[in-house]
Nanobody, 124 residues
Framework: EVQLAESGGGLVQAGGSLRLSCAGS????????IAWFRQAPGKEHEEVSC????????YYADSVRGRFTISIDNAKNTVYLQMNSLKPEDTAVYYC?????????????????WGQGTQVTVSW
């Protein structure tokens, strides 16, 4: 069974950094399409970043490009989202997602597997 477990969220001041982790189980994360989404109160899900190793594709939304970095530690079967220069508008619940054979595109894929989410709050 494919499972994703996020951690690393919290409260941080504007300009600070956080690193979100997403531990995968039941599959090898490096073989799947992986993405981070976020959802702020009253807003729709936003695809923040996606990564597909086998296609050499990495995507960042304009709102985070140059500040966020997605990476994979194969030894730990874990996906990371390093978030620097955080802004209050980055406040949201962040979700890790994965897709295998149904993957179609990065960005814009309809992901089958979602973690439970981790809250990130950025204050002034």
């Amino acid at each position: 069974e494919v499972q994703l477990a996020e951690s690393g969220g919290g409260l941080v001041q504007a300009g600070g950094s956080l690193r979100l982790s997403c531990a995968g189980s039941g599959f090898t994360v490096d073989d799947y399409a992986i993405a981070w989404f976020r959802q702020a109160p009253g807003k729709e899900h936003e695809e923040v970043s996606c990564f597909v190793r086998r296609e050499g594709v990495t995507y960042y939304a304009d709102s985070v490009r140059g500040r966020f970095t997605i990476s994979i530690d194969n030894a730990k079967n874990t996906v990371y989202l390093q978030m620097n220069s955080l802004k209050p508008e980055d406040t949201a619940v962040y979700y890790c997602t994965a897709d295998g054979s149904d993957y179609e595109s990065c960005p814009g894929n309809d992901y089958d597997y979602w973690g439970q989410g981790t809250q990130v709050t950025v204050s002034w």
